[in-house]
C-alpha cells in the first residue's frame, strides 16, 4: 500500500499477468522449475560481457522458450541494469506509433511483481522530439513534434509478447531494475527513426533493451528454416537496410502461408537505427515449432535469439593477421609509447584471460598501480594467436570505448575460442602459444589522404552505419598505392563502393606490434 499527497492509503496501480495458465504456467513454483529448467539447457554456454540488448522470441514457453533461455543465459546475473527497457509488437491495436505504458506502476507474474521506471515512461510521452534532431524535418511532421509516444491502454492489456519475458528476468538476474514497457507498432519509417531517436539516449551500458520477436509465420517446416535463415543472416549484419530488403523479399516470395518473416520487424527496426559500427550482433540459436511439435510440419512458426554487445570483437581482418614479422620498434602517433614492462605485462595479461577460460572463470578485474597507468588508455588492440609459426587465432577490437588493459583480455580470449576459422584452444595447447599484440594508438582525424602516410598508418573509414579499416601492417603485405589502399578499405570492408571514402570520415592510427 502507498500513501497519497492527501495522506489517504492507496493501492499501487498494477497489471495483471493476464497470459499465465496461457503461454507460461501460473503456478509459481512450476514456473521457477520451467524456467530454471530452461536456463540449464544453456549453462555452460559463455556470459557475455556488455550486452547492451538481446532479441528474444514470445511464444508459449513449450514452443519458444528454449530459444528465449539461450539468449537470457547470456545475461550475467550479477549486472546491475538501472532499467530494463521491453520493446515489443502489438498484437491487438494498431498504434500507428508507440505506446509506452504510463499507469501500471508494477506488473505482475506468478514469480512477484516487477517495478515500472514510472519517471522515464511519462517523460519519453512528453519529450519533445526538437530537444535531439531537426534534421529532414518537413510540414508533415508537425504533428509528431511534440512526442512519438502515446499511452494506449488496450496495446498493453491483453499483450503477451513483453509479459512473458520477465519470469525469464525474475530467475535469471539477482536483481531485476525497473522497467519501461514499449509496444512499437508502425509501418511508417520515419515514426521508427523518431521512435529510435527518443531512446538512442537511453541505449548506453547502463540499460538492458530486450527486443521481443517471433520470426516466421506458417510456413512449412523446410521454408521457415530458409526463409528464417535469411532473415538471421539480415538481423546479425546490424544493416537496417538489408534488414527491411530481406523481409520485403520474403513478403514477395510468393512461399506458401507465409504471413511475416518478422512479426517484431518494427521493434527490430527500432533497435537497429540505434546502433552504431561499435556494436556486435551475436546469433544464439534458432529453432521452429517443427523442431518441438512436429505434428503439423505445413505450419510452423521461427525463433531466433541474439545478443547485441558493445566494445567486443568487431573485426577480424584476414588480411591483418597473418603470420609475419613486424617492425617491433613501431612507436606511437601522438607520442603513445609502451615500455618493455607495459608490454610485458599486457602478455601476461592475455596469457591469464586464456589460461582463465580454460579453467571456467571470468575475466579478472585487474587494479594498475601508477607504473602501468598507460593501460587504462581507451585504444583498440588486436590479439595474435601462433602455434609452431602458424596463425592460431586472431581477433581485434577497434575501438576508444574501454581500457586497453580490458580489451587485450577480451581480445585473446576472444582469439583463443570465438575465431570462425580455428576449433578452440584446448588446456594442452596452452603453453604453446605465441601471443602477439597490435596495440592500435589513439585516432586522429584527417581531411585528406594527403594525411595518410602508406606502411606507418591504418586507415578507418566512417559513414553512417557503415565503416572499415585496414590495419597498417596489410600495406606490407600488398602492392598497393595509396588511392588503392584507401579505395579497397571503402569497397572491401567499409561496403562503401571504391570511391566511398570521398564523402566519408577519415582516420588514421598507428599500431604497436609486440
Known sequence: M??????????????????????????????????????????????????????VPHAGYYFSGNVAASAYARLDPERQYKRIFLLGPSHHEWLDGASVNTEAEYYSTPLGQVKVD?????????????????????????????SVFTYRPKAHDR??????QLPFLQRRLKQ???????IISTNDFKKLKKIAEVLKPYFTDENLFVISSDFSHYPSYDDACAVDTKTGKAVE?????????????????????????????????????????????????????GDIDDHDPTRVVGY?????????????????????????????SDGFLLSDEEKDMLKK??????????EGKRIAQLALNSQFSILNSKCGAFVSLHKQGRLRGCIGHFGEDYPLHEIVAEMARAAAFEDPRFMPV???????????????????????????????HGIYIKKGHRSGTFLPQVADDVNWTKEEFVGHCAQDKAGLGWDGWRDAELYVYEAIVF
Not at 159 to 164: A, D, F, G, K, S
Not at 317 to 329: I, N, Q
Not at 349 to 358: C, F, G, H, V
Request: charged content about 25%.
Open 2 to 55: 502507498m500513501m497519497n499527497c492527501k495522506g489517504k492509503t492507496v493501492s499501487p496501480v498494477v497489471r495483471p499477468a493476464t497470459q499465465a495458465g496461457r503461454f507460461y504456467e501460473a503456478n509459481p513454483q512450476v514456473l521457477g522449475h520451467e524456467v530454471d529448467s530452461l536456463l540449464e539447457r544453456h549453462t555452460k554456454d559463455r556470459v557475455y560481457e556488455n550486452v547492451v540488448a538481446l532479441i
Open 118 to 146: 514510472c519517471e522515464t515512461a511519462r517523460l519519453l510521452t512528453t519529450t519533445n522530439l526538437s530537444n535531439y534532431t531537426n534534421e529532414n524535418k518537413t510540414t508533415d511532421d508537425t504533428d509528431l513534434t511534440d
Open 159 to 164: 499483450e503477451h509478447c513483453l509479459e512473458v
Open 176 to 182: 531485476v531494475p525497473p522497467i519501461v514497457p514499449i
Open 237 to 289: 549484419s546490424g544493416d537496417v537496410e538489408q534488414f527491411i530488403a530481406t523481409i520485403e523479399a520474403n513478403a514477395r516470395s510468393g512461399i506458401r502461408n507465409l504471413a511475416t518473416s518478422a512479426c517484431g520487424g518494427y521493434p527490430i527496426i527500432t533497435l537497429m537505427l540505434m546502433m552504431d559500427s561499435h556494436y556486435q550482433v551475436k546469433h544464439i540459436m534458432y529453432q521452429n515449432s
Open 304 to 332: 531466433h535469439s541474439f545478443a547485441i554487445i558493445r566494445s567486443l570483437p568487431l573485426a577480424r581482418p584476414k588480411d591483418a593477421c597473418k603470420a609475419r614479422t613486424p617492425s617491433k620498434e613501431k612507436g606511437g
Open 349 to 358: 595479461i592475455a596469457y591469464e584471460s586464456i589460461k582463465d577460460s580454460l
Open 426 to 456: 584446448t588446456r594442452d595447447e596452452l603453453d604453446d602459444l605465441d601471443i602477439e599484440i597490435s596495440v592500435l594508438t589513439p585516432m586522429r582525424r584527417i581531411q585528406s589522404i594527403d594525411e595518410f602516410q602508406l606502411h606507418k
